[in-house]
């Protein structure tokens, strides 16, 4: 009869250390899935941050292109009715000088207003990475530059003259 009470005991015993070792597996592997859905969150924000970098790139290059295009512009004589030809994706367009100069500085003005949105959306994202890092922002990371608006209002106001 001892012996069917010890069996029955280690029987018991083992029976609860196999329920505690399950649910220590079970804790663990909640664990280890939220690690990994915590670094997966991390990895697609780190993403996201280079796709946007990478698109501003791209953009600032669009720029330049038309930057350049509208100085030579500028630098031609032109006389009215003078024409020259436009690359628009696949296709070439003979163009009055005067329109290529206004479709340049619409696609300008449309890439800045494209890089503002890109910007914003990666100072976003940038924060949301951090805080998922569990890192704190640095000091002047919401800093906004001046428009041209407040920089003409400020030199209009004599604020920058010295004493």
Known sequence: HNQKKSRTKKSHCHTLTTQTASTMEQRQGIAVQGMLTDVAKVESLAEAVIMDKNELIAIDGRRNVN?????????????????????????????????????????????????????????????????????????????????????????????????
């Not at 500028?74 to 100069?101: E, R």
């Not at 000091?139 to 407040?150: A, W, Y």
């Not at 209002?153 to 003259?161: E, I, L, P, R, W």
Request: charged content about 25%; proline content about 4%.
């Open 67 to 163: 930057r350049v295009a509208l100085r030579a512009l500028s630098k031609l004589p032109q006389k009215p009715g003078d024409t020259m030809w436009m690359n628009f994706g696949t296709m070439f367009a003979k163009v009055p000088t005067a329109t290529a100069v206004e479709l340049i500085s619409q696609d300008q003005a449309d890439l800045e207003t494209a890089a503002e949105e890109v910007r914003v959306h990666l100072k976003e994202t940038t924060r949301q990475l951090q805080k998922q890092r569990g890192e704190t922002l640095h000091p002047g990371f919401d800093l906004v530059g001046t428009s041209d608006k407040e920089r003409a209002q400020f030199v209009a106001s004599g604020s920058t003259k010295s004493s």
